[in-house]
């Protein structure tokens, strides 16, 4: 969880001009326990319209704050990404692991995306490391 101080602090470190509205949409990303949709943060965020969200969210992404993650249905789920620039390297990445029961995604922060290492010639941005199956709150 992030208070508006170190929320501000995030987005000035990814060189992204600090709004209300943006402090907002940060806050809520930090403070969820799961990788959410825009519609999940349009619902949430109820003060802002839904093109707002989006056009921070693109904003985000654009300055590597937030991480785009397809969900393993037919959805994108964002995150905030604790990278600390907006340079290209992302210093938080991990493995997302798709509830194919009850449809949530969730970050598995302790289990490292494998190096990978493609031929010559090809320049990787990002990796999308997806696992799927049923989560522990489904098996039970």
Do not use: W
Request: glycine share 4%; proline share 4%.
């Amino acid at each position: 969880m992030l208070n508006q101080q170190e929320c501000e602090q995030l987005l000035l470190e990814h060189g992204i001009k600090p709004t209300a509205n943006r402090i907002v949409i940060v806050k809520t990303l930090a403070d969820a326990e799961n990788p959410m949709s825009l519609t999940e943060l349009e619902y949430k965020i109820l003060s802002i319209d839904k093109s707002g969200v989006f056009r921070a969210l693109t904003l985000f992404r654009e300055h590597h704050l937030v991480h785009v993650i397809e969900d393993g249905g037919d959805g994108v789920r964002y995150e905030l990404c604790r990278s600390h620039s907006d340079h290209e390297h992302d210093d938080d990445q991990h493995v997302h692991f798709y509830c194919e029961r009850c449809h949530r995604t969730f970050c598995i922060s302790d289990v490292p995306i494998p190096a990978v290492q493609l031929p010559q010639g090809y320049q990787l941005h990002s990796i999308n490391y997806m696992a799927k199956g049923i989560c522990p709150d489904c098996q039970s």
